[in-house]
């Protein structure tokens, strides 16, 4: 029960700080693959006099990723085969437009400025209002994360300080005579170091735990496409040496904090 | 015989309290026995701490062991004190830790074996009258027998200074006799310098000693 009680009070906090980190982790992943999508499958209309090729587009902004000309009317096109010379029809060119990222709504702007600034371009077509609350959402929703992300990590900071109290109350004595006797640094540190890994090992292993679980249990019975389609995104096998990494990282610089602060009477 | 400690115009302070002692020269050599006296606020446990490095001092000089305290680096302050035994009116003892892990402190500080540390433990523990209690708790020892494991730890690595403040401020006779016994021994036998800071030098004591006195003033005086 002894035991129990001194390690889940760094285990707690650490498992919070390791929760926010891993969520940040995959939440960075999905979204950017989420990212990816919405961005590929979003494409800009452009109607031009003038036939242009990609490198005249990317002249005008350097935001385009790829053009495809599209197919004209097939009446223009019955039209334009005739060859009748006195039709002077002039059969503008359709382009639909890639771009090489989510771009903001400002960006976006931009870019069909840039375009216009062409005299062979007649029209833009931006498809303004579905990607703004496409594009809005997706920002409101990753800053929504985000801020739960960082209180969590911040709760999980200050419980991390109180644990360090506890340390310097629990340890203090024993570091103090071990300093008079002239002990290392190390030496002195040597029992709060193996106990504060071994938490951290725990934390980590706990953590990887609730993700595997959450990959192979709820994605599976949800309806969010955005996580099921990127299921195996969720939790990958290099994470739990980040956490690991992570945990330790965070458990030696608080041993080092409450053991420098230690002076001998 | 070569000086185990030299002060010379030593000024000690703390921040809140302003100087302490002020210009004490003294020099103390191998195996003397010294007993440092004065009234309570003196500056004795003071002095005693800045022979152990803990406590800079302010001006003056400094030598322990031959090492310069005066800024002496973390490295080699750690190595002086391994070579020293200390002991502490309140005992200093690690509360979670056994009689025997307590007393082989120094040693495994050191790096010394197991089998030699545990040899140790048990004739020192012998030597204190302590035998059969190596498995027990301080906490669950009395305040003279916690003080004789204090002492038991001081001797543990065979010291060539032993520090001692107060070391039989709160005890019975018996125990105190027995540490009186046990720092005579290591002095006369072992040819240790031991330094003990205390308000009443012991009525029956069997070997020849020094005696600083300290006075309100923080001026240090040898009368004997």
Known sequence: ?265 | MSNVITAKNLTLSYEEDGEVIKNATLTIKKGDFVFITGPSGSGKSTLLKSFYGNLQPKGGSLVIGGLDMIDIKKSKLQELRTHLGIVFQDYKLVNEWTVEKNVVLPLWISGYSEEVQSTQARRLLHHVKLSGKENKYPLELSGGEQQRVGVARALAKNPFLILADEPTGNLDEFSSNVIWDLMENACQQLDTTVVVVTHKIPMVFNIPYRHFTIDEKGSVYEVH
């Open chain 1, 1 to 265: 029960m002894k035991f129990i009680k001194r390690h889940i009070s760094l285990i707690f906090p650490l498992v919070a700080i390791l929760l926010g980190l891993e969520f940040f982790i995959v939440f960075d992943r999905t979204t950017d693959s989420y990212e990816k999508s919405l961005s590929s499958n979003y494409s800009i209309m452009v109607v031009a006099n003038d036939e242009m090729s990609i490198d005249d587009f990317k002249e005008l902004d350097n935001h385009i990723l790829g053009v495809k000309e599209l197919p004209k009317p097939k009446a223009l096109d019955i039209i334009y085969n005739t060859k009748n010379k006195n039709l002077d029809i002039a059969i503008p060119n359709f382009y639909e437009i890639k771009l090489d990222n989510l771009l903001g709504i400002k960006a976006l702007a931009k870019v069909k400025d840039n375009l216009l600034e062409s005299k062979s371009i007649k029209r833009i077509e931006t498809f303004r209002s579905t990607y703004k609350s496409q594009y809005e959402l997706f920002t409101f929703i990753k800053f929504s994360f985000g801020t739960f992300i960082f209180f969590m990590s911040v709760i999980g900071f200050f419980l991390i300080v109180k644990q360090m109290e506890v340390w310097n109350f629990m340890h203090a004595q024993r570091m103090k005579v071990m300093e008079i006797f002239g002990a290392s640094l190390f030496l002195r540190s040597k029992v709060l170091i193996s106990m504060a890994v071994v938490d951290a090992i725990i934390s980590s292993i706990l953590t990887s735990s609730m993700f595997v679980s959450l990959q192979n249990m709820w994605i599976s019975d949800t309806q969010m496409e955005i996580l099921k389609e990127h299921v195996s995104d969720v939790f990958l096998f290099s994470d739990f040496f980040i956490l690991l990494f992570a945990s330790i990282v965070v458990v030696l610089i608080a041993v080092f904090l409450v053991v420098i602060n230690v002076k001998a009477e």
